[in-house]
């Protein structure tokens, strides 16, 4: 709960799933592999009221012959109120690569403070090799209260797992 109300948050994520499509035959054959996620925070202002959705994150990859993942990083959720506005920060990471080597995923750290986004993107960090400097657009570099909470995250979940889907 904070001055919005009560805040319902949904993270989840498909999997790996085909993708096919119809051959000039009328034939359905299968075109790569994707995987889709998504986060929502819903909102209502009393218990007679109806949720609202306040925002929505989708973010998918699609993979021919590769080794595929799109999902969240465990441990990197938090719950704050990083200015003491009364308002609650929702700060969470996800991953996207389709890769056949041992190159970085892509990497994308996303701070939510009612429907205003904050992101941080960039690659993970490989062992031996230095973190780089995540990318961010103007509202980010402007609120250095989020950009200093993202920075500490990055640098926390800045590590590949090598995740994929083995199926």
């Known amino acids: 709960d904070d001055a919005n109300g009560h805040n319902l948050l949904i993270l989840t994520q498909t999997g790996m799933f085909p993708v096919s499509k119809k051959d000039e035959t009328g ?31 989708a973010d998918a990859e699609n993979c021919e012959g590769f080794d595929l993942y799109v999902g969240f990083t465990k441990k990197a959720l938090s719950i704050t109120d990083l200015d003491g506005d009364g308002v609650a920060e929702v700060t969470f990471q996800h991953i996207k690569s389709c890769r056949s080597d041992v190159s970085p995923a892509d990497r ?3 701070l939510f403070e009612s429907n205003e986004k904050y992101q941080f993107k960039g690659g993970t960090q490989l062992e031996g090799m230095p973190l780089d400097q995540p990318l961010t657009d103007a509202r980010t570099e402007g609120n250095v209260v989020f950009k200093t909470h993202l920075m500490q995250k990055w640098e926390q979940f800045a590590a590949d797992d090598f995740l994929q889907y083995t199926y």
């Open 27 to 57: 034939k359905y054959v299968k075109e790569n592999d994707r995987a889709e996620l998504f986060a929502y925070c819903f909102v209502r202002n009393d218990e007679k009221s109806s949720y609202r959705q306040l925002w929505k994150l």
């Open 108 to 110: 994308f750290l996303t």
